[in-house]
């Protein structure tokens, strides 16, 4: 047998697959002693990795070795307890090992003819989705790279079915407008960018204290644009805004969007999760009046990237949006092809981690993870509300709590979270807030417990002490 041949060999690949599984074991288990955020800088690491393409190959041993050199020390570590950074959760060990099945398979759910199982379990798991927003049985749905996509595509729906689906062929033909709030995801912009809208056509809105998009100002802006002779479109809510998990008043906003005959899309990314919570029931109450949603099970379902979602109240949009059949891909009814349903043809089977980690751990235990998570947030109010040195910008209703130091700038926010982050044992960002600097602290994580978030609280105060005074 010839090496190209073993490489193929089933013996091989059990072998090196365990080898895999202890490599993973090991790092799992040692990365609450590693530091978070690894202190080396981008040259180093590019001087690491400079080589050229390899023209013979290496003995996969020896890769796995280069792999703990090269590559593990310098992850940023989000299965770290004291990840509470940007929105990337501790992934459900489960839904590791689904991403693991999922390539050995390598399903491509586009199209039923390779993926017949793969394609029903997907849709099962859309179904549990949809049911959990609370929409009806003709809703539908599409896992996505993420929530910037699912975005897309719903600005997409939103473009077409307030113009009779005419885009699709004649291009944009009228000013198209799209309303969201300040604190909207920047994926926001994009889509509506790459939908042909223009950007300078969305309208950015102010909030209100707790940054919720102001009804009053949304009204105003829509009668003014009617008064321009622009086509009011697409009427973007958030069920969880990225800085503080705020979420926008859903059931006037339906009611806003069906009287002036826009999409109302809500981008509930991360906000999603919540409806898992045993403590939060009904905060997420007129999302099922959506015509579309965003939510990301590798957010806060603690899914492994990627896995993204957009839900659709009526499959038909999807179908309007994208059904092109070409000659080369045939379609019969009874085999359901996501390429006709969606825009993504080739595509991973994302669904099954998600699938896998609801089957071991029920929507019960995924929700008790999100519950903890939210008490995290809820601990770090208790304790800034107490303190003169840090204070709570916003009360958490999800895991989403923004921090302020009473006195000090932006960049002494910026320099005591860099401080923090040298230190190796928390990682949080920073953002702002009006105008105004804060600390944004997102856990996202099972591995959190609550003295992890009450020494983070300590090391913010210490740095802050040391730099308030020096
Ligand atoms: C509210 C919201 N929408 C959309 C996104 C974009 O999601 P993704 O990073 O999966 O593309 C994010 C990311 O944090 C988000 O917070």
């Given at each position: 047998m010839d090496k190209d041949e073993s490489m193929a060999n089933a013996a091989d690949f059990r072998q090196l697959g365990h080898r895999v599984v202890d490599l993973l074991a090991d790092y799992l288990e040692g990365v609450e002693q590693q530091p978070l955020f690894p202190a080396i800088e981008p040259s180093e690491l590019r001087k690491l990795l400079d080589e050229p393409l390899p023209q013979r190959g290496t003995d996969p041993e020896r890769i796995l070795d280069e792999l703990r050199i090269k590559l593990l020390p310098y992850c940023t570590n989000v299965n770290h307890p004291g990840y509470y950074g940007l929105m990337t959760p501790t992934p459900a060990p489960i839904g590791v090992l689904a991403d693991f099945i999922a390539s050995a398979i390598n399903q491509n759910v586009g199209s039923y003819v390779i993926a017949p199982s793969a394609t029903e379990m997907e849709r099962r798991t859309m179904r549990w989705l949809t049911e959990l927003v609370g929409f009806g049985p003709a809703a539908g749905g599409n896992f996505t790279s993420g929530g910037t996509l699912a975005n897309l595509i719903a600005v997409k729906l939103g473009r077409d079915f307030t113009s009779d689906h005419s885009t699709q062929k004649l291009?944009?033909?009228k000013t198209m407008t799209v309303y969201a709030s300040e604190e909207r995801h920047v994926s926001i912009d994009k889509a509506v960018d790459m939908a042909g809208?223009?950007?300078a056509n969305l309208r950015a809105l102010p909030t209100d204290d707790e940054f919720r998009v102001r009804l009053d100002a949304l009204d105003?802006?829509?009668a003014e644009d009617r008064g321009k002779g622009l086509h009011p479109a697409v009427l973007v809510g958030i069920a969880g805004t990225t800085n503080t998990g705020s979420v926008d008043p859903l059931p006037e906003l339906a009611a806003l969007a069906k009287r002036e005959g826009m999409w109302?899309?809500?981008?509930?990314?991360?906000g999603g999760g919540v409806l898992l919570s045993g403590q939060r029931p009904g905060l997420l109450?007129?999302?099922?009046?959506?015509?579309?949603?965003?939510l990301d099970p590798h957010k806060w379902f603690y899914a492994p990237l990627d896995a993204g979602a957009v839900l659709v109240r009526d499959e038909k949009f999807?179908?309007?949006s994208f059904g092109m059949v070409p000659p080369y891909l045939k379609a019969d009814p009874d085999r359901y092809q996501f390429y006709i349903h969606g825009f993504e043809q080739s595509r991973r089977f994302r669904s099954l981690k998600v699938w896998m980690a609801f089957k071991q751990y029920g929507a019960e235990g995924i929700g008790r993870w999100i519950d903890r998570n939210i008490r995290h947030a809820e601990r770090l109010y208790e304790l800034a509300s107490r303190d003169s040195q840090i204070e709570a910008v916003n009360k958490p209703l999800m895991s989403a709590i923004c921090l302020r130091f009473r006195s000090g700038d932006a960049e002494?926010?910026?320099r005591v979270v860099a401080a923090v982050e040298r230190e190796g044992r928390f990682w949080v960002s920073t953002t702002l807030l009006k105008g105004r600097p804060a600390i944004r602290v997102n856990p996202i994580n099972f591995r959190t417990t609550e003295r992890d978030i009450e020494d983070l609280f300590q090391a913010l105060k210490e740095k802050h002490r040391e730099f308030h005074q020096g």
């Amino acid at each position: 047998m010839d090496k190209d041949e073993s490489m193929a060999n089933a013996a091989d690949f059990r072998q090196l697959g365990h080898r895999v599984v202890d490599l993973l074991a090991d790092y799992l288990e040692g990365v609450e002693q590693q530091p978070l955020f690894p202190a080396i800088e981008p040259s180093e690491l590019r001087k690491l990795l400079d080589e050229p393409l390899p023209q013979r190959g290496t003995d996969p041993e020896r890769i796995l070795d280069e792999l703990r050199i090269k590559l593990l020390p310098y992850c940023t570590n989000v299965n770290h307890p004291g990840y509470y950074g940007l929105m990337t959760p501790t992934p459900a060990p489960i839904g590791v090992l689904a991403d693991f099945i999922a390539s050995a398979i390598n399903q491509n759910v586009g199209s039923y003819v390779i993926a017949p199982s793969a394609t029903e379990m997907e849709r099962r798991t859309m179904r549990w989705l949809t049911e959990l927003v609370g929409f009806g049985p003709a809703a539908g749905g599409n896992f996505t790279s993420g929530g910037t996509l699912a975005n897309l595509i719903a600005v997409k729906l939103g473009r077409d079915f307030t113009s009779d689906h005419s885009t699709q062929k004649l291009g944009v033909q009228k000013t198209m407008t799209v309303y969201a709030s300040e604190e909207r995801h920047v994926s926001i912009d994009k889509a509506v960018d790459m939908a042909g809208l223009g950007r300078a056509n969305l309208r950015a809105l102010p909030t209100d204290d707790e940054f919720r998009v102001r009804l009053d100002a949304l009204d105003r802006v829509i009668a003014e644009d009617r008064g321009k002779g622009l086509h009011p479109a697409v009427l973007v809510g958030i069920a969880g805004t990225t800085n503080t998990g705020s979420v926008d008043p859903l059931p006037e906003l339906a009611a806003l969007a069906k009287r002036e005959g826009m999409w109302f899309h809500v981008d509930a990314a991360y906000g999603g999760g919540v409806l898992l919570s045993g403590q939060r029931p009904g905060l997420l109450k007129g999302l099922e009046l959506a015509d579309s949603i965003t939510l990301d099970p590798h957010k806060w379902f603690y899914a492994p990237l990627d896995a993204g979602a957009v839900l659709v109240r009526d499959e038909k949009f999807l179908t309007a949006s994208f059904g092109m059949v070409p000659p080369y891909l045939k379609a019969d009814p009874d085999r359901y092809q996501f390429y006709i349903h969606g825009f993504e043809q080739s595509r991973r089977f994302r669904s099954l981690k998600v699938w896998m980690a609801f089957k071991q751990y029920g929507a019960e235990g995924i929700g008790r993870w999100i519950d903890r998570n939210i008490r995290h947030a809820e601990r770090l109010y208790e304790l800034a509300s107490r303190d003169s040195q840090i204070e709570a910008v916003n009360k958490p209703l999800m895991s989403a709590i923004c921090l302020r130091f009473r006195s000090g700038d932006a960049e002494l926010h910026r320099r005591v979270v860099a401080a923090v982050e040298r230190e190796g044992r928390f990682w949080v960002s920073t953002t702002l807030l009006k105008g105004r600097p804060a600390i944004r602290v997102n856990p996202i994580n099972f591995r959190t417990t609550e003295r992890d978030i009450e020494d983070l609280f300590q090391a913010l105060k210490e740095k802050h002490r040391e730099f308030h005074q020096g």
